[in-house]
């Protein structure tokens, strides 16, 4: 009826979206539902088995989609975002990881009863926390940046450590028992993971190259740069194992650090694949298990072993290996229970069980299923206790969705102390001291910059910020700051204020993907809003009850006042825009910009008198 592959295919990438579009839509955690619903298709529905249906190139197809994975998520390991953190993220990702190499050794020889040679491979790997799972958590924690670049750091780096290390153990046990391995081996798996990190180094050299000179078209930069992570990769790979991961992580570092100029393209670009690869992997992994290795999860020392691991290994791992830096004990607490393994960590043991049961190991025959029950339960006490567990500490930042005010004026000042009034994160950021003058003063939150430089990227936190409202009187100037920061903030999301009439005609010609959406009513520039500030209009918060509904408040005030937002009852906020039909409902708080009640004609005369250029000659307004 159904072309096997074709249909699997399809039910891959519906259920992997389809996961990542209920974990937006529901707030549950992306890869708990992935793993899920591939379990459902798989072995328990029995729709699709992708190891089966894909065959030889299964395992293939997994790795290629990790390597660009890690390579994606390397891509933003910019040293200026560990201003301060290096000393931390070194011993973690050195010392903590030979704690917790050593610490999963014991437990999985000990707990999980498997023999000394297995337990130190495995220990080996289980070092992994992996950008598969880290990265979809930190969208959805919200962290604060210290915590939050450390757990990307380490989650990236650590990668291709952890399956290098077990490849190096599985080197020794064989240079230690087999005759036939000789220390020549030994020597080529070193020879061959430096080689990895100077051919990513190189092939991250010579990519960047060719995108700042100009050798590569804008239309070619992704294609030609994933071309490079798949070559990089397989050339490594066929060499020693394993030691491509290492090769696409130095590539990503190297790039990261280069400061191309259209790096941010293709990171979207890179993130956007990362995602569905993400998606895909998890469904086809989960789907390919077998009832043999889902019942021998169920095994007491199964469970043993992965409980020491999450309240034990990962803690003093972390403790232990942090002593003499600059972390609080909040920082080491969280970081001490947030390890969740993904990708990585079942693909890779797939292989070494394989490996180590032709070596006669017979005990490695139960590590898929020890791996399994590890990633699954640390995605599920990870996922769904992050952000619950950070907020205890103090380390996320609040639920309250928050406003970037870009552009200083009168008006964007006063607007800010409404909000910061509501108990709203609020900041307003521009490149001259003077025109934050009023925000200083007003004691509104304020960042002297230019946000469109790369270097805002990493003194500005816009974790708290949900909305972006461009405010400045130069309407082109707003038009970018929006089209630039939709991949962060979303298309509906970011505004700018109303365009100038002499300037509707020819932005009615541009894409409708260029610029922001334009906030309050059409008509309200710069110049109109903040006379109104300038000749005595006021900021008006208005709550809504049974007796006073939004249609009376309409009718009352809306005639002569400015209608800004509602600020729902549920901590929610929603605009006033010319597109938007928006009603307020009974605990909802309508703000507005309208003349006082008393001197209301008087108000209104003065702001008709004020000209443009006695507003912009006002020391208030730059």
């Known amino acids: 009826m159904f072309d096997s592959v074709l249909f699997t295919i399809m039910l891959i990438v519906a259920l992997g979206i389809g996961s990542q579009w209920l974990s937006w839509r529901f707030g549950m955690p992306a890869i708990v539902i992935m793993t899920v619903s591939g379990l459902i298709a798989g072995p328990l529905l029995g729709f699709i088995n992708p190891a089966e249906d894909f065959g030889n190139i299964f395992n293939t197809v997994v790795s290629a989609a990790v390597a660009i994975i890690l390579f994606e998520g390397s891509l933003n390991l910019d040293y200026r975002e560990i201003k301060g953190l290096g000393r931390p993220i070194v011993r973690i990702v050195t010392f903590g990881a030979l704690i917790a190499w050593i610490l999963g050794s014991l437990a999985a020889h000990y707990l999980a009863g498997l023999s000394w040679a297995v337990s130190s491979v495995i220990g080996?790997?289980?070092?992994?926390?992996?950008?598969?799972?880290?990265?979809?958590?930190?969208?959805?924690?919200?962290?604060?940046?210290?915590?939050?670049?450390?757990?990307?750091?380490?989650?990236?780096?650590?990668?291709?450590?952890?399956?290098?290390?077990?490849?190096f153990t599985f080197e020794i046990i064989k240079f230690l028992l087999v005759q036939e391995v000789t220390i020549i081996a030994l020597l080529m798996f070193f020879a061959a993971s430096i080689f990895a990190g100077f051919l990513g180094w190189?092939?991250?050299?010579?990519?960047?190259?060719?995108?700042e000179k100009g050798h590569v078209p804008e239309f070619l930069k992704s294609p030609i740069v994933f071309a490079f992570v798949l070559t990089c990769f397989t050339l490594s790979d066929e060499l020693m194992h394993e030691t491509g991961l290492l090769a696409v992580t130095a590539m990503g570092i190297t790039m990261a650090n280069m400061h191309i100029s259209s790096i941010d393209d293709m990171r979207h670009f890179k993130e956007n694949m990362s995602v569905m690869l993400i998606s895909a992997v998890f469904v086809m992994l989960t789907a390919s298990l077998s009832w043999d290795t889902l019942f021998q999860v169920f095994n007491w020392q199964i469970g043993g072993y992965v409980l020491a691991m999450m309240f034990l290994v990962r803690p003093l791992s972390i403790f232990l290996s942090t002593i003499g830096t600059d972390l609080s004990w909040q920082e080491k607490t969280l970081l001490g229970w947030i390890a969740p393994r993904g990708i990585v960590a079942l693909t890779v043991s797939g292989y070494f069980a394989g490996s180590l049961l032709d070596a006669g190991y017979e005990d490695a025959g139960i590590?898929?299923?020890?791996?399994?029950?590890?990633?699954?339960?640390?995605?599920?006490?990870?996922?769904?206790?992050?952000?619950?567990?950070?907020?205890?500490?103090?380390l996320a930042v609040d639920d309250q969705p928050g406003v970037l005010i870009v552009g200083g004026s009168s008006f964007s000042a006063k607007f800010g102390e409404v909000l910061r009034d509501l108990k709203i994160p609020v900041l307003i950021t521009d490149s001259s001291w003077d025109r934050l003058v009023v925000a200083r003063n007003l004691g509104v939150p304020y960042h002297r910059g230019e946000i469109l430089s790369d270097?805002?990227?990493?003194?500005?936190?816009?974790?708290?910020?949900?909305?972006?409202?461009?405010?400045?009187?130069?309407?082109?100037?707003?038009?970018?700051?929006?089209?630039?920061?939709?991949?962060?903030?979303?298309?509906?999301?970011?505004?700018?204020?109303?365009?100038?009439?002499?300037?509707?005609?020819?932005?009615?010609?541009?894409?409708?993907?260029?610029?922001?959406?334009?906030?309050?009513?059409?008509?309200?520039?710069?110049?109109?809003?903040?006379?109104?500030?300038?000749?005595?209009?006021?900021?008006?918060?208005?709550?809504?009850?049974?007796?006073?509904?939004?249609?009376?408040?309409?009718?009352?005030?809306?005639?002569?006042?400015?209608?800004?937002?509602?600020?729902?009852?549920?901590?929610?906020?929603?605009?006033?825009?010319?597109?938007?039909?928006?009603?307020?409902?009974?605990?909802?708080?309508?703000?507005?910009?309208?003349?006082?009640?008393?001197?209301?004609?008087?108000?209104?005369?003065?702001?008709?008198?004020?000209?443009?250029?006695?507003?912009?000659?006002?020391?208030?307004?730059?």
């Not at 190189?202 to 995108?211: H, N, Q």
């Not at 590590?367 to 640390?378: E, F, G, I, N, P």
């Open 367 to 394: 590590l898929t299923s020890l791996t399994l029950a590890l990633v699954v339960a640390t995605v599920c006490a990870h996922g769904f206790s992050i952000r619950g567990v950070a907020g205890k500490l103090g």
């Open 202 to 211: 190189a092939c991250g050299r010579i990519a960047g190259w060719m995108m």
């Open 455 to 622: 270097q805002t990227d990493y003194q500005l936190d816009l974790t708290p910020y949900d909305y972006l409202l461009a405010s400045t009187d130069i309407d082109s100037y707003n038009a970018l700051v929006c089209t630039t920061f939709v991949p962060s903030f979303g298309r509906m999301d970011v505004y700018q204020l109303s365009l100038h009439n002499q300037l509707v005609d020819n932005i009615q010609g541009l894409d409708p993907t260029v610029g922001g959406n334009i906030i309050f009513h059409d008509g309200a520039t710069w110049e109109v809003l903040n006379k109104k500030v300038e000749s005595g209009f006021v900021f008006r918060k208005t709550t809504l009850s049974e007796l006073y509904p939004f249609d009376q408040y309409v009718r009352e005030r809306a005639p002569d006042a400015e209608l800004l937002f509602i600020y729902r009852s549920s901590g929610k906020l929603e605009f006033f825009t010319e597109e938007n039909d928006i009603r307020g409902e009974v605990g909802d708080i309508v703000v507005s910009l309208g003349p006082p009640n008393k001197g209301q004609d008087r108000v209104q005369e003065k702001f008709k008198s004020l000209s443009n250029e006695q507003l912009k000659s006002n020391g208030k307004v730059n």
């Open 124 to 167: 080996g790997l289980f070092i992994v926390t992996g950008p598969t799972v880290i990265l979809p958590l930190l969208r959805q924690a919200k962290l604060k940046p210290r915590p939050a670049a450390i757990l990307k750091w380490e989650g990236i780096i650590v990668d291709p450590l952890g399956a290098l290390l077990a490849v």
